[in-house]
């Protein structure tokens, strides 16, 4: 006789994924609704002087014209290393290509840059969860360089206007900076930490 708690079982695991998958999506309609108000980056309404400060000239910004970093793709590599299987691609992918039609950058371009580089971190979830976080950090920022490097490089192959390098070079590192607070929240507002190398759920599922 089949018993009732492997259909109950089955239910439950995927209300789960559905509400991640939800919280997901509006947190990253949050952000993206942040990026589309004409509020700047950090630090506006402050100038800064070429003659004063030649760096700001020699990399071409300004504050008043700093990019914020990516939150959103911190939200999505962190959610992905920690549980996987609450993040599917496809949702990450669709999400990320309705951001760049949103934002008019290169339609696909990002989002498929992003969704490479989640996958060959989620193909390595097992491996990183022996690690501390320190090894976890210098993965994501290695990945994190390569994937900036990757989009201005074909967005320069293609000779479609970008934003100058510095300002890029701003982002990149005000994205890594954020990754750990992205972490942060997500493992004590959230619930989502890295799971022990075997551990299972309250289903008995593998983690």
Not at 68 to 97: K, Q, T
Not at 121 to 144: C, H, K, P, S
Not at 166 to 178: M, R
Request: hydrophobic share 50%; aromatic share 8%.
């Amino acid at each position: 006789m089949r018993s009732p708690r492997g259909p109950a079982m089955v239910d439950r695991r995927r209300t789960q994924r559905l509400v991640y998958v939800a919280l997901f999506l509006g947190l990253a309609a949050l952000i993206t609704f942040q990026r589309l108000l004409p509020i700047g980056g950090y630090g506006a309404g402050i100038s800064v002087d070429p003659a004063q400060d030649p760096a700001s000239e020699l990399l071409g910004l300004s504050l008043r014209d700093l990019p914020p970093p990516d939150v959103l793709l911190c939200l999505a590599i962190a959610w992905v290393v920690r549980r996987p299987d609450l993040l599917p691609a496809p949702v990450i992918a669709g999400y990320f290509f309705f951001e760049d039609m949103l934002l008019m950058r290169p339609p696909g371009l990002w989002a498929l840059i992003v969704l490479l580089g989640v996958e060959y971190l989620r193909n390595r979830t097992d491996r990183l969860r022996g690690y501390g976080f320190a090894i976890e950090y210098l993965n994501v920022a290695l990945l994190m360089l390569v994937m900036f490097a990757a989009n201005r490089a074909v967005i320069a192959i293609v000779m479609v206007p970008q934003e100058p390098l510095g300002l890029s070079l701003v982002q990149l590192l005000g994205t890594i900076l954020a990754y750990p607070g992205v972490v942060l929240v997500s493992h004590f507002l959230f619930g989502l930490r890295k799971p022990a190398t075997g551990e299972v759920d309250s289903l008995g599922q593998k983690l």
